[in-house]
């Protein structure tokens, strides 16, 4: 994110905030998860690929009787996504879709086998998701955005770890989307997170927490 919170601005080009640097360091830490989860905002504004980018990590991970691309998960209310995305279109490994009981139906029918469509019942809930995923063996998902999602996880308790990434300029505009949404957090002065390091990639800081249990 920028300094000031944001994590694009609002133009229709997409900013990179990040350097080639802290690129190749999240593609590793892509390489040490079993799945990847973006929100349906972000498949649709982004077209993101979700794949390994290094060849030497996929490597890594067929050695180890991993398949060489994380499975790829998403979230949606609406049901609203292309089958031509690059999420369905690239790499060999599994795509999940949760959807709620209202949207699921037909959303398989224009998928048509491009992903398995999960009916997460009505309404979706994190807690449905996390746990069909623990029953198909993830256990480590990466959570890489949008702000939505962000939200979603950091106000349900669901965060094990937040690998912050902070860009050396600011955005300044209200109208851009920022890394977490207005949602209710509780307690959240009474409960801060734990800094437990900071690494500097170029101009870019890396700051990584680990969940709070209260003030001491």
Known sequence: MSVDGYIDDATPERLRLSSPADFDRVDAVRAGC???LVGAGTVRADDPRLLIRSP???????????????????????GD????????????????????????????????????????????????????????GVRRLMVEGGGGIHTLFLTSGM?????????????????????????????????PMRLEEITRIGNLALLRFLPGTGRG
């Open 159 to 191: 965060v094990d770890e937040l690998q912050l990434v902070v860009a050396p300029f600011f955005i300044g505009d209200p109208s851009a989307p920022r890394f977490v949404g207005s949602g209710v957090f509780p307690q959240a002065p009474d409960r």
């Open 56 to 78: 030497a990590r996929r490597e890594k991970r067929a050695a180890r009787g991993l398949p060489p691309d994380l499975t790829k998960v998403t979230l949606t209310w609406s």
């Open 81 to 136: 996504l292309d089958p031509d995305a690059r999420f369905f279109t690239t790499g060999g490994s599994p795509k999940l879709v949760y959807a709620p009981t209202g949207a699921a139906g037909g959303l398989a029918v224009r998928l048509d086998g491009r992903a398995e469509v999960v009916d997460a019942g009505d309404p979706l809930t994190l807690g449905t998701v996390l746990g069909d995923l623990a029953a198909r």
């Open 34 to 36: 079993d799945a990847i």
